[in-house]
């Protein structure tokens, strides 16, 4: 499934969903994983309600995103698109999170990202 992360240098989750530049977007199963692209989150829009749609319409191919921080009604704008907002709270290396995740896909992963997952499927199709 397609991950989008929020950084400043590709490495790290550094950045808040409405204020990044860019979103880097891996391609992550429970045995592999791989930097696919990065999209740009840079829009004209001058509305705050468009900048969060042209930014969710950036990662409408992923089904999660993780992030620094996401406000509520940028939260919600994902979740209504099934794409999951994962806030960190803090910087943390893209690499760590990645691995986190390829465990949790190797387990038994909890109904959320099992349903991610499946949608995830249908989006590639």
């Not at 620094?68 to 099934?82: D, E, I, Q, T, W």
């Not at 387990?107 to 949608?119: C, D, I, Q, S, Y």
């Amino acid at each position: 499934m397609r991950i989008a992360f929020t950084s400043s240098d590709g490495k790290n989750v550094d950045e808040h969903f409405g204020r990044c530049a860019c979103f880097f977007v891996w391609e992550v199963d429970g045995e592999r994983a791989a930097f696919e692209k990065v999209v740009s989150a840079v829009t004209t829009a001058r509305d705050e309600e468009d900048r969060t749609s042209a930014r969710v319409g950036a990662v409408a191919d992923c089904a999660i995103v993780y992030t620094v921080a996401v406000g509520g009604p940028a939260a919600a704008k994902l979740v209504s698109h099934r794409i999951h907002p994962m806030k960190t709270g803090a910087p943390i290396a893209i690499s760590a999170v990645v691995q986190r995740l390829q465990e949790v896909l190797r387990g038994t992963p909890p109904p959320w990202l099992r349903k991610a997952m499946a949608e995830s499927v249908g989006r590639e199709a």
